[in-house]
């Protein structure tokens, strides 16, 4: 599977190497991020495309043709994130967006796992140089969680708490 995450190499995968290396049999597809224009032209081509932008996953399934996202958002909810996948949700999609621009707040993979240790589900522990994120965006994200929490199976929301700063270990190396 290709990688097109141009946001974070610095580099967009031209579409002539895209569709060359789609020619080869061991080809899967590609994880897309330039948009959903680019996935739509990739599919009517014949290529599968997942959406690496979790805030047009929704879009990208049911409208560009994706064939699914590789998505940091499902990480926290996979079972909502199968159900945006599985059908048409444009209520389920526009309640979680929220939710999803705040696990963009910091770079990939901050504010997912900072998220996952508030919600009680991973030991808060961060290898540097990585920090969980600001007393204020936990808090922010508590509340995103809670208000979301319908459509977050397995997250209990009244376990759902912003932590303190002390609560969280930093270590350089396991």
């Not at 409208?63 to 990480?75: D, E, F, T, W």
């Not at 796992?113 to 508590?142: D, I």
Request: with cysteine; charged share 20%.
């Amino acid at each position: 599977m290709l990688y097109n995450v141009p946001g974070r190499t610095g580099q967009d995968i031209p579409d002539e190497v895209v569709l060359a290396v789609a020619a080869h049999p061991n080809f899967l597809g590609v994880k897309e991020c330039t948009g959903n224009a680019r996935i739509a032209a990739y599919a009517a081509a014949g290529v599968r495309c997942w959406t690496g932008n979790d805030d047009e996953a929704h879009d990208a399934r049911h409208g560009a043709g994706a064939a699914g996202a590789v998505s940091v958002a499902s990480n926290l909810c996979p079972a909502a994130f199968a159900r945006l996948m599985a059908a048409p949700d444009p209520a389920a999609a526009a309640a979680l967006a929220p939710l999803i621009d705040w696990l963009f707040c910091e770079p990939n993979p901050i504010a997912v796992n900072t998220a996952l240790a508030m919600c009680g589900l991973v030991a808060p522990v961060f290898r540097l140089p990585y920090v969980p994120l600001s007393k204020a965006q936990r808090e922010r994200g508590a509340a995103l969680i809670k208000a979301a929490a319908p459509f977050l199976d397995g997250i209990d929301p009244d376990k759902v708490r912003a932590m303190e700063d002390d609560e969280f270990k930093l270590v350089s190396r396991y």
